[in-house]
């Protein structure tokens, strides 16, 4: 799926029960959500979805740019996306969504640019997570809260992204196994009071070697033991 123009509507593209498939130099505008992979609730015989690439593509979304709901995938990549998502409650640039029992590994996010949302990327129950070289931009007026949020996983690679004005860079809940490594987090320009630039709950792993301006806290950590 190449080079479409989409605008209006409620998901320019949706996936379903669709594998081996690439998506790539489209340009979806003033849609709810940009691309949608998956169904929920989820289907009682579901189709695994494997070696989904969306890449190089330009959305304008209201609520979300690119969303993976609960099937049980192996080999996703996101690279490279232009993403302008509105700054308002619920709405995020990536966002994967599953339940506790569905399988997600061998995950890249990579290299894309997502500006607004409350929610940069948000990723639930992962076994195996790449995020790298993505720069999330957040709203000034602080309506965007987590540059990057991942709850209940395992392995999780976070490096060399640029979170700028989120109120929380990174967090972590209950991720056994995350490395957070060379980012670059500031809110300089935001107008109201800032959080923490790194936040870990109930999580373990490292944090090293990352920038942190202008949050009140740098590193937080809750009945966490990473190394720092």
């Given at each position: 799926m190449d080079s479409c123009l989409i605008a209006n509507g409620n998901s320019g593209i949706l996936i379903r029960g669709v594998n081996n498939?690439?998506?790539?130099?489209n340009n979806l505008s003033q849609v709810v959500t940009g691309i949608t992979v998956g169904?929920?609730?989820?289907?009682?015989e579901e189709i695994a979805l494997n070696q989904i690439s969306?890449?190089?593509?330009?959305?304008?979304?209201?609520r979300t740019?690119?969303?993976f709901y609960e099937n049980s995938y192996t080999t996703i990549s996101i690279k490279s996306n232009?993403?302008?998502?509105?700054?308002?409650?619920?709405?995020t640039g990536i966002s994967i969504d599953f339940s506790t029992d569905v399988i997600l590994q061998n995950t890249v996010i990579k290299g894309n640019?997502?500006?607004g949302g409350e929610i940069g990327i948000g990723i639930t129950n992962n076994t195996d997570v790449g995020i790298s070289g993505n720069v999330l931009t957040g709203d000034v007026n602080g309506s965007s809260t987590f540059g990057i949020f991942i709850s209940n996983g395992s392995e999780a690679f976070i490096s060399n992204n640029s979170i700028i004005n989120f109120l929380t860079g990174i967090s972590l809940n209950m991720v056994s196994n995350p490395v957070i490594v060379e980012n670059s987090i500031?809110?300089?320009?935001?107008?109201?009071?800032?959080?923490?630039?790194?936040?870990s709950v109930s999580s373990n792993g490292q944090i090293r070697k990352n920038t942190i301006q202008h949050h009140l806290n740098g590193i937080e950590l809750g009945s966490s033991s990473p190394s720092v």
């Open positions: 498939l690439v998506i790539s130099n169904e929920k609730p989820r289907p009682p969306i890449r190089n593509n330009i959305i304008q979304a209201e740019g690119i969303i232009e993403l302008l998502i509105s700054a308002a409650d619920s709405t640019d997502i500006t500031s809110a300089i320009n935001l107008t109201v009071e800032p959080y923490s630039g790194i936040l």
